[in-house]
């Protein structure tokens, strides 16, 4: 199955060559990070839930504990976590507890 990012599945633009990022910048998601991999996405782009400054709802968003509770009705982070099942990881202390158990 073809696992794809939030900007290819929102559009947003804001990806590194997008048509939005003159106006709006590039989304931190779509940058690379210690989050490439995470649900088996490109860089932070299905983990973008946790990163500061991506876009919805035409604002820019804040720090993770400020827009979670948003981020859990967003049906593009109902889609990874249906996809990845059991292997779905929600927060940034379960993608550190995975890394360790792979060790």
Not at 34 to 55: H, L, P, S
Not at 74 to 97: H, M, W, Y
């Amino acid at each position: 199955m073809e696992r794809k990012n939030c900007w290819e599945i929102k559009r947003c633009g804001r990806e590194s060559g997008g048509d939005n990022v003159k106006v709006l910048g590039v989304c931190p998601a779509s940058l690379p990070s210690e989050y490439d991999g995470i649900n088996k996405g490109q860089k932070g782009g299905r983990f973008c839930w946790v990163i500061a400054g991506t876009f919805c709802k035409g604002e820019v968003q804040g720090t993770y504990a400020k827009k979670l509770k948003n981020c859990l009705i967003c049906e593009f982070l109902k889609q990874v976590n249906e996809e990845e099942g059991r292997d779905f990881i929600l927060t940034p202390r379960d993608a550190k507890d995975k890394s360790k158990r792979k060790a």
